[in-house]
């Protein structure tokens, strides 16, 4: 039995078949047969959304997958995926700092604390509106 014979996708495969079947494969197909096979196993992924929708006539189905990468990235995705982290991370944070802002502006203006006297942007106003 050749080492392709106990890779576990070709031996998993060749369970299916009949045994007079099995043996007539050649170690270059069987080569072969691993990379079609191999081609078509996603692996498990935290999320595997998959479905069908049907429109009119036809039919379309849809997958969603999302999960750790373990692929060996090159410099050009590595290149991409730091930028896409860095362009996150820095929405993320300018987010929490315009949050941190209007507290602040608001928590100010409860308390009745003119930092300019006469002038309002107008924000306390709307949100006493909102909740009134």
């Not at 096979?37 to 479905?51: E, F, K, L, S």
């Not at 049907?54 to 999302?66: E, M, P, Q, S, T």
């Not at 993320?92 to 100010?108: A, N, Q, R, W």
């Amino acid at each position: 039995m050749s080492n392709l014979q106990q890779d576990p996708a070709i031996r998993s495969l060749l369970e299916r078949m009949p045994k007079n079947i099995q043996s007539t494969f050649t170690d270059e197909q069987l080569a072969y047969l691993k990379v079609a096979i191999g081609a078509r196993q996603w692996g498990n992924h935290t999320v595997d959304c998959r479905g069908v929708v049907k429109l009119f006539k036809y039919r379309y189905y849809y997958v969603f997958l999302a999960g750790r990468n373990r692929r060996e990235l090159s410099a050009k995705e590595l290149k991409l995926a730091k930028l896409a982290q860095a362009l996150v991370l820095s929405s993320i944070v300018t987010i929490i700092i315009l949050l941190i802002l209007l507290l602040s502006y608001l928590v100010k203006s409860a308390l009745g604390i003119d930092v300019f006297a006469g002038y309002s942007f107008g924000v306390w106003s709307w949100f006493k509106e909102l909740f009134n």
